[in-house]
Structure formats: C-alpha cells, structure tokens
C-alpha cells in the first residue's frame, strides 16, 4: 500500500476539528504511506517539545496509541517518530518515556495481512527493545549516551573507578539492543526501514564513542584497581571486544546501502598483547603463579593500546561531528530553498499585490480670452465639464443664494473680460421652479427632467450659458483655473447688476 488510506485522512480531519495539532501532526507522520515520515511533521513535533506550554505526555501517548495500529507501516512509522524526537527533540520527551513503567509492548507484533507484513513485524519487534532500552538507560544515568560530552575532559573520561564500572554495562546492554536490529542490505527496501537504520546508525557512531572513552579510561585505572574491580574491569573489556567485532559488521552493512564513506569511522583495536597483560595482573592479584609483563613493558603496552584505541575514538568523533554539520548544513538549505520558493511566488505575484493608484488627469487649464475668440478645444472641454450629469444635478437642486464657489476661490465678477450676453438662438434651459408661496398657482411650473446636454455649433462665439426666465440677460460663464480636476462655474443665478428681473 502506498499513499494516504482513507482511514489516515479521516483521522486527521477528525483531529483538525478537535483542535489537536500535536495529534493531527502524528497523524500525518504515521500515515500508511510506505514511506518515512515527512520532515516537515517531524520539525514540527520537534518544535512543540521545545514549547512549555505543549503536553509531552500526551505527545508520547498519542505514539504509543498509534503502535496498536494492526498496520507494519504505521507501527514502523511511529516508533520512527519516537526515535526522531528522542534524538533531537527537548530532554523532557525522554525523561517522560524514561519516567513511564511500560513503553512499547510489541514483543508479540505481527501483521499477517501485508506484503511485507512478516518480514517487517520482526524488525519492529527488534527495533522497539532498542528504544525500550535506551529509555532505560536515561532512566538509569539520568543522560543520553548518545549526546553526552565527548573528549579527553568528557563524561566517560573523567568519571571515577567505582562508577565507571557501573555505567559500563550500561551503554553495553543500550548497543546490545541496537546491534541486534541486524538488517542485511537485501532487507532493507523500503523507505521505512531505510529511516529506522538511518536512525541506529546515527545512535551507533555516538553511542560508541561513549563506550570507547569508558574503556580507555577503564584501562588506564586498571592496574590500580583493587583485585574485585580488576575482575569487572576484565570482563567489560572482553565484552568490548567482541562488541567492536559486531559493530564493524553492523558499519559494513551501513556502506552497502549507500552510507557516505565519510560518515562511517574506521575501528582500530588494541593489540592483543594488551589482553594478556590484564590477565596476567588480574591472576597475580589472585596469587595465582603467573608470568607477570615488567613495568616498563606494562606500561608499553598499554601506551599502544590506548593510542590505537584513542584513534578510533576521533574517528568516531569525527564521524559523529561530520554527520552534524552536513545535517545544520542540510537544514540551512532547505531553509533557503522555502525562502527562494516564497520570493519567486512573491515576485510572480507582484503586481496583485502593489495597491492600486488611480491616476487622475489633471483637466486642461483654460487660459483667459478676449473677446469672444475661444479655441475649439477648450470649447469641447467646456461642454463635457458644464454639461456633466453631476454638475447638472447639482445646478437644477440648488437655490437661488447658494454659493458655488470654493474657500480662497477668487470670482471674476467685473473688468474688462466681463460681457453680458442673452441666449437669442438657443432654446434656454428652463429655470429652476421657485418656492410655492413665493409665485401664484397658476404659473407653478410643472415637474420635469433635466434637459440633454446641447451641442453648440463649433463656429460660435458664444459660450454655454444657463437661460433665465423672460429673456433676461445672464453672466456669460467667465474662465477661471481651479485646482480640482472639474471646473465649477459661479452661481449662474446670482442677479446681474443693472438686470431688471422679470417674472411672467
């Protein structure tokens, strides 16, 4: 089965409309999809463990409830998940797991209706006692081997005989757990199981080197050790031994899969004179008859020993430090990656996104005439600008003392451009109707529409002018420059000096 089931997209629909983030994100991380977990799930459940107000708890239970699904893929995915955020998330996940009395109870998984079902429910089974163990192991040492201080001033280096020798077996058992995953490079093939080793092999190279500088700081105590501690002492080297062996199976495997070389160390062991060194000590201090090494060779040897096993150690560091920076490294690129993808989606959109300028032309500026000489043009822009429905309205709606013009608008209302002009040829516009009271009933004018605009002859000297009643004489409409995009005439029915008002 590959891709989202039905039964994962209802999951998730159910936990959006509950609310639950945490649940929806391990939803989507655990889908049936044969597949590792999706980045994107796993950072964000790496960032809720950073956050205080986030319930860890419930996290891991919701984990721990995923891995009742009957499903390999969805078990394999959710212990995946668990590992991810063990690895990378804030401590109190896994002191939580640590805290808990049961974790994973998958000792009897098996999924009978897949593919792969067989195949895989036995890795399960081997990769949920690892995580089981390396919970345990916090829980023991209250530290996680794996990200532990490494170096000469490290945990294991300067740790005491007494509790070094009990710390040991500690990280023995935890690599124990994870060796025995045992994957061969024809087993994995698929991108689940491919993550889950990914994740051991990572946990191998750190957890190693934690043990590696246990044992050499083992050795170099050891023939100051009382004859008890001598005896544990020999024992944890021996099983080291052996350990090493299965780890350089265990980093052949990780190569044939494609591992960069860089990323796997080279293990160098102690010469075996070493061994029998120890042994000859440890029997001496039983008072058992043995050849015992002079301390000069003594010393020697163990010189070499701990060189060789020094030099594994940087390997691993090494190693360990290089799958670091390519991994900050990795991160940082796909960081940018989102930030180009977002620019070139904010560049294609660019220009829905700019507000909206209206540009308004500015009207053409009508220069003072003499006479009765206007040109053609300013003639055209006086019609559109007199005859427009707004300043129509506005003329027929107004009363007779309203004043037009605008504050600081200076009305030319004299001089020499002034001439008064009748409307001899034209048909007047009619009057605006007055008050009731103000004229008799019979002459009360009947309601009507405003009149069309009307075409002047392009030859006339004339400009528009609005008609008064009876034949009066009108104010020609005077140029005047106004900072608004519409010209305004002066109120058109203000009485002309010397003007007799007739009314019929």
């Known amino acids: 089965m590959s891709g989202q089931s039905i039964t994962d997209r209802i999951a ?47 996290l891991a239970d919701t984990l721990f409830e995923r891995t009742t699904n009957s499903s390999w ?31 994973f109870n998958l000792n ?44 000469i001033d490290g945990v294991m280096r300067t740790m005491n005989t007494e509790k070094l020798i009990k710390t040991l077996p500690i990280i023995q058992n935890q690599l124990d757990a994870l060796l025995d995953f045992q994957a061969n490079p024809n087993e994995l093939t698929n991108g689940v199981i491919n993550a889950a080793f990914m994740l051991l092999f990572k946990d191998s ?25 001598c005896k544990d002492a020999l024992d944890i080297y021996k099983k080291f031994l052996y350990r090493m062996t299965k780890l350089s199976e265990f980093l052949k495997v990780a190569e044939q ?15 075996s004179s070493l061994l029998e060194a120890l042994e000859q000590h440890l029997a001496s201090l039983e008072g058992k008859k043995t050849k015992e090494l002079s301390a000069d060779n003594r010393a020697n040897t163990l010189s070499n020993a701990v060189s060789s096993l020094s030099n594994t150690g940087m390997s691993f560091s090494f190693s360990s430090s290089r799958m670091d920076e390519k991994e900050k490294q990795q991160a940082l690129e796909e960081e940018q990656s989102r930030l180009q993808a977002l620019k070139v989606g904010y560049d294609a959109l660019g220009d829905l996104l700019k507000p909206t300028v209206t540009v308004h032309t500015q009207a053409p500026i009508m220069a003072p005439h003499t006479g009765s000489k206007l040109l053609a043009s300013d003639l055209d822009s006086s019609l559109a600008n007199l005859v427009g429905s707004e300043l129509s309205l506005h003329v027929f709606a107004c009363r007779s003392d309203m004043q037009w013009t605008q504050p600081g608008e200076k009305k030319l209302t004299g001089g020499t451009n002034w001439q008064s002009k009748t409307m001899s040829s034209t048909t007047a516009w009619s009057p605006a109707p007055l008050p009731p009271a103000a004229m008799p009933p019979a002459a009360m004018p009947v309601p009507h529409m405003a009149p069309a ?36 005439p002066t109120n058109p029915f203000t009485p002309i000096p010397g003007a007799q008002m007739q009314f019929m």
């Open 73 to 103: 893929v969805v078990v394999f995915k959710a212990l995946i998940t668990t590992h991810h955020i063990m690895m990378y998330g804030n401590e109190r996940f896994i002191q939580y797991l640590a805290s808990r009395n049961t974790l």
């Open 12 to 58: 998730a629909a159910q936990h959006s409309m509950t609310g639950s983030a945490i649940s929806k994100a391990v939803c989507k991380a655990t889908t049936h999809e044969v597949s590792g977990p999706k980045k994107k799930h796993l950072d964000y459940l790496i960032y809720c463990t950073n956050e205080m107000n986030v319930n860890v708890p419930q």
């Open 108 to 151: 009897n998984f098996l999924d009978k209706g897949a593919l792969q079902g067989y195949d895989m429910s036995t890795f399960i089974r081997r990769y949920s006692r690892y995580l089981n163990e390396k919970a345990l192991s916090y829980r023991l040492v209250a530290v996680d081997f794996t990200k532990m201080k490494r170096g």
């Open 257 to 271: 899969v494609g591992i960069d070389q860089g990323d796997i160390p080279d293990l160098t062991q102690a010469p």
């Open 205 to 229: 190279i750190r957890l190693f080197a934690a043990y590696n500088e246990g044992v050499i700081n083992l050795l170099e105590k050891y023939f100051d050790m009382k004859k008890n501690q």
């Open 453 to 488: 605009p009307m075409a002047f002859p392009m030859t006339t000297p004339q400009v528009p002018v609005y008609g008064m009643m009876g034949g009066v004489p009108v104010m020609t409409q005077q140029p005047m420059l106004y900072n608004q995009p519409v010209l305004r």
